[in-house]
């Protein structure tokens, strides 16, 4: 997962130098840095998923029309059907939450619109978190993983702070694996020259 995430990723790097004028992956918005991640991690997926609600979730008794969270990427053999839905006679051509890999990608950008971005640290901090902690306590969840894609002014950067989130992230007793880091250098546009990615195993408390 790891290196189809990588490749497509520095695939569209080069894509996108190749372009007249030549663009970065600064240039694209989170929205389609989230594309272009589930077509990377969907390329040996029969389905794919894409914001799809966590099966688990149950609405608090105080906030009984609160919606499920959803999952940025579901990787699946083929169609996930959720609790409340009843296939009928689509039941064989469709397969149960706890069968696929729910995915959630971190984007963290160092740099945003010549600026220092200051959401960079908090993806680190909070979000990853905060997406580490759904993932392992949803009960239907068998198989998930964090993606993350940072965008950062070099390799060495990246690299050193998705170490630090990891030992984080274990100092709080989440139920993460060691990341499997791979990065590739990005045209400098607008302060970053490296896409690091990483996937991290997350299992469930």
């Not at 077509?39 to 997926?45: D, F, S, T």
């Not at 149950?58 to 609160?66: I, M, Q, T």
């Not at 993983?145 to 989440?174: C, F, K, N, P, Q």
């Amino acid at each position: 997962m790891a290196d189809r995430l990588h490749a497509g990723l520095a695939h569209l790097i080069t894509r996108l130098g190749a372009e007249d004028p030549p663009t970065s992956l600064d240039d694209l918005s989170d929205r389609q840095l989230l594309k272009h991640a589930a077509e990377a991690l969907g390329n040996e997926a029969d389905w794919t998923g894409l914001e799809f609600p966590y099966p688990g979730f149950e609405a608090p008794a105080a906030n009984a029309r609160a919606k499920a969270p959803r999952c940025s990427i579901v990787l699946a053999p083929r169609e996930v059907v959720l609790g409340h839905e009843a296939p009928g006679l689509f039941a064989g051509s469709m397969c149960d939450p706890e069968e696929a890999c729910w995915v959630e990608v971190v984007l963290a950008r160092e740099w945003r619109q010549f600026e220092r971005c200051p959401r960079y640290a908090a993806s680190f901090s909070d979000r990853a978190m905060r997406m580490a902690a759904q993932l392992a306590t949803d009960e239907r969840i068998v198989h998930a993983r964090l993606a993350w894609i940072v965008l950062a002014s070099s390799e060495e950067r990246g690299r050193t702070d998705l170490g630090s989130w990891e030992r984080l992230a274990v100092a709080e007793g989440l139920p993460v694996g060691a990341p499997v880091i791979r990065s590739a250098a990005m045209p400098e546009v607008q302060g970053n020259t490296a896409c690091i990615t990483a996937i991290v195993p997350v299992q469930r408390f």
